[in-house]
């Protein structure tokens, strides 16, 4: 296991109902094949060996005999292997007859699963011939060369890695209380489910449903391996389903009805399972009393590793799919937040700062919802821009477009004679852009919104994003601090695409022009044809790699290393590896540095699942020593 990942296959072989010669053959390719490829752990369909489809042939000893037989030459033709395997095969326990999965690795049993959940309605009537897990006692059983202790208890693997993982088949899931939640409560990261789910209409959407929710619920990965062409059609259909999912996500899933065998192989990455089960006190709490045998797998070589899996390099950006709902969803939350606030505190104004920017372009929008929501006019709105030393043109034009397009109540006051004042008294050389220099403009711009609130019985409301909240790119006590913090669950990536959204649901122009404006602070002088000099991006880097770089950090806690790594896979073609590292180097220097200007943020709403509100989800010293990109 590298960086957390467990490399998974969920195989539909080749097969004939019966012939188990045949099938044995057909899943021992695929196990080698597999194994080529690094897989860890490969999983097939329900009773694969023999076919699902055998009914009342279940009752010859030949065929059980023979069963037995081939299972005996898997376990000898994959002794060198070191891939961990799940078989299904009918097997006897003394007078019972068990649906059972058979886990297998070097050449041995590490343990058999049997099926406890046994439908017996509509086209199923498993009882018929086989028994419960529920009917088993604990027996041990002599088995294809092996001895296996088997019982009713929740038996759970570990692999050499540590990475523990369960069994359940089919039905299973199905059931009102699955087993695997029981399995994934005693420890299982990785839960595989050996099926042979027929196909009827409508069934399909259920089971990915089915399975994402569980896999959700449990905090687990959740491979699904179930029947496909080969099986018998006599009454029934099944289009042959692999499916891979890691906490209700589905990372790879095979095609259906396909009519040649297949090996869908991804990557669960159990390091994230384990950091989101750390931190969900309702999943430790249900934990309390769980037990499960845990049989330990073989140690294994070292392998190479390489990732498999399509890493997201926007992944606060939501799906194309529901694009347009989760956006307007972000805005209503937005205005439902700020109109709390409003009632509370019997405001009917707002005051904001508008500079032609992404950042309160978007705050001018969600408050004009807001004011919507709550029957205000906008007017009521007091929109402020401030041109200073560093004001484009552009900027100032579209701040002043922008205002009068939302009704808003346009005010300008102009910051330089002010600031410039404020140089001389503190004895700053205005030819010095320093630190001092950009931060004085900032702080004046605050102190003019702050007193505008207070003259007209208004809030402020801050436009800075989470984004620079992480970066710590605000000037402390100046646009770092106002009465609510409007953006301050929402990354800048984020911020770009919810203009977007209302670029496109209203055709502006305007809007439009605003996205195509570099970010910039703006706070010094432009440059000698007009056009903004100081690009925030040259200067802290590029904000789809800093989204990328504080979603991994602070959602799932991964090391440098490993985000380091996912970038580069994320990124790909866009950035190089030196690049990538660069600019992590300077978000870790950044954000621990920073985090003092994070601990007395104004109040904001919580948009997704990653917040850095000190009274929320983000709670850290000022002082703490940062990590260090080291490579593994």
Not at 87 to 99: C, E, F, K, R, T
Not at 373 to 391: E, K, Q
Not at 590 to 604: E, I, N, T, Y
């Amino acid at each position: 296991m590298k960086y957390g990942f467990v490399t998974i296959a969920s195989a539909i072989p080749e097969m004939r109902v019966v012939n188990v010669e045949f099938n044995a053959s057909k899943m021992l390719e695929q196990i080698r094949e597999a194994d080529d490829k690094g897989v860890e752990i490969i999983v097939f369909p329900e009773l694969s060996l023999t076919g699902y489809t055998c009914q009342d042939l279940f009752y010859q000893q030949t065929l059980i005999d023979a069963t037995e037989a081939a299972m005996v030459s898997i376990l000898e033709k994959t002794r060198s292997l070191d891939i961990i395997s799940i078989i299904g095969a009918p097997v006897h326990v003394g007078d019972l007859l068990m649906n059972c999965a058979l886990v297998i690795q070097h050449g041995r049993i590490l343990g058999i699963v049997s099926k406890t959940y046994l439908p017996n309605y509509g086209e199923f009537y498993e009882k018929r011939w086989f028994a419960s897990t529920q009917d088993l006692n604990p027996k041990t059983l002599r088995y294809a060369g092996n001895t296996i202790d088997i019982s009713a208890d929740h038996m759970l693997f570990r692999t050499a890695a540590g990475v523990t993982f369960g069994v359940e088949i089919c039905e299973d899931v199905w059931a009102p209380v699955p087993p695997s939640n029981h399995l994934a409560l005693a420890g299982a990261e990785i839960i595989f489910n050996l099926s042979a789910t027929d196909e009827v209409v409508g069934k399909h959407a259920y089971l990915l449903a089915l399975l994402a929710q569980q896999s959700a619920r449990m905090i687990t990965g959740y491979v699904y391996s179930s029947s496909g062409f080969g099986e018998s059609s006599s009454d029934l259909v099944y289009a042959g389903n692999a499916l891979i999912y890691e906490n209700g996500t589905l990372l790879a899933e095979s095609k259906r009805f396909s009519l040649t065998p297949q090996l869908v192989i991804s990557q669960v990455d159990v390091e994230k399972l384990r950091l989101e089960r750390r931190k969900n006190t309702t999943f430790i709490n249900a934990q309390r009393g769980e037990k499960a045998i845990i049989v330990d797998a073989d140690k294994t070589g070292e392998r190479e590793f390489t990732l498999l899996r399509d890493i997201n390099p926007l992944p606060f950006i939501p799906n194309k799919d529901n694009m347009a709902d989760t956006c307007e969803e972000i805005f209503n939350i937005q205005s439902h937040a700020l109109a709390r606030r409003l009632v509370h505190t019997s405001c009917k104004k707002v005051v904001i700062g508008i500079s032609g920017g992404l950042d309160s372009t978007l705050a001018l929008i969600a408050c004009a919802h807001t004011f919507d929501v709550l029957g205000y006019p906008h007017s009521d709105i007091i929109a402020v821009t401030m041109p200073g030393f560093g004001t484009t043109g552009r900027t100032y034009n579209n701040a002043i477009e922008l205002i009068k397009c939302y009704g808003a109540t346009l005010m300008e006051i102009n910051i330089a004679a002010s600031v410039e004042q404020h140089f001389k008294d503190i004895g700053q050389d205005p030819d010095n852009h320093d630190a001092t220099y950009e931060n004085a403009q900032a702080r004046e711009r605050t102190q003019i919104l702050m007193d505008l609130a207070n003259k007209h019985s208004a809030i402020v409301v801050g436009t800075g994003d989470l984004s620079e909240l992480a970066l710590g790119w605000a000037t402390y006590n100046g646009d770092h601090m106002s009465m609510y913090g409007l953006n301050a669950g929402i990354p800048k990536t984020l911020v770009k695409c919810l203009v977007a959204h209302e670029a496109e649901k209203t055709d502006s122009k305007l809007l439009r022009d605003i996205l195509d404006t570099p970010i910039s602070p703006e706070l010094t002088p432009a440059a000698n044809d007009g056009s903004i000099e100081q690009k925030t991006e040259d200067i802290v880097g590029p904000y789809d790699l800093h989204d990328f770089f504080i979603y991994n950090f602070l959602r799932f806690g991964f090391t440098p290393a490993k985000i380091k790594m996912l970038a580069i896979s994320a990124f790909s073609g866009k950035y190089d590896a030196s690049t990538i590292d660069k600019w992590l180097r300077v978000f870790l220097r950044r954000f621990f540095s920073q985090q003092f200007k994070r601990s007395c943020l104004p109040d904001g709403p919580k948009v997704g699942s990653v917040s850095l509100s000190p009274r929320g989800d983000w709670r850290m010293p000022s002082d703490a020593t940062r990590f260090d990109l080291e490579e593994d």
